[in-house]
Structure formats: structure tokens, C-alpha cells
């Protein structure tokens, strides 16, 4: 189905994030936060729609902070992105 991007407020909660899901082998790709995502890091998780249920529940039990879990509106990617948590 497509990526999910995660984006943060702050780069130490990006790379806490990144080590967390690398310990626990769930894939990802660390990308430049998509113009159309406002958030205050310019980091964020790329990660497919299979690994959304373990990525978050990473995120719920290490109390990772994130600005948010994005879909691509469209299927470039490069458009428009709906929130979805």
C-alpha cells in the first residue's frame, strides 16, 4: 500500500526513534521531512503500512514524542499528506 512518514519536533526524538525501531529490526528509511509536513525537525521515518502497528506500538511504550504519523495524498508522494495519528 504506500509509506507512512513519522515526523518529529526535535531531532534527539528522531534518532531515539531510529535506534529503537533499528533494535527491535523493524525496517525504515530516515528521509528530509516532506515540505508539505510542518513540523520543527527536519528528519523524519519513512516506513511501510505493514510495520505501522509495530512502529507504534514503539512509539506508545518508549513515550517516543512525535509531531505525527503522515500518509502521501496522492500516490507520488511528493504532494499533499493526511495525518493520520
Do not use: K, N
Not at 516506513?47 to 512502529?55: A, H, I, N, Y
Amino acid at each position: 500500500m504506500g509509506a507512512r512518514v513519522m515526523a518529529f519536533d526535535s531531532s534527539q526524538q528522531a534518532l531515539r526513534a531510529e535506534m529503537l525501531l533499528e533494535e527491535r529490526d523493524i525496517a525504515f528509511d530516515m528521509i528530509p521531512t516532506p515540505g508539505a509536513i510542518t513540523a520543527g525537525c527536519a528528519l523524519s521515518l519513512s516506513f511501510s503500512t505493514e510495520e505501522l502497528g509495530r512502529v507504534m506500538a514503539v512509539v506508545q511504550e518508549e513515550h517516543i514524542e512525535i509531531r505525527g504519523i503522515f500518509r502521501a495524498s496522492d500516490s507520488s508522494g511528493e504532494g499533499s499528506f493526511e495525518q493520520l495519528v
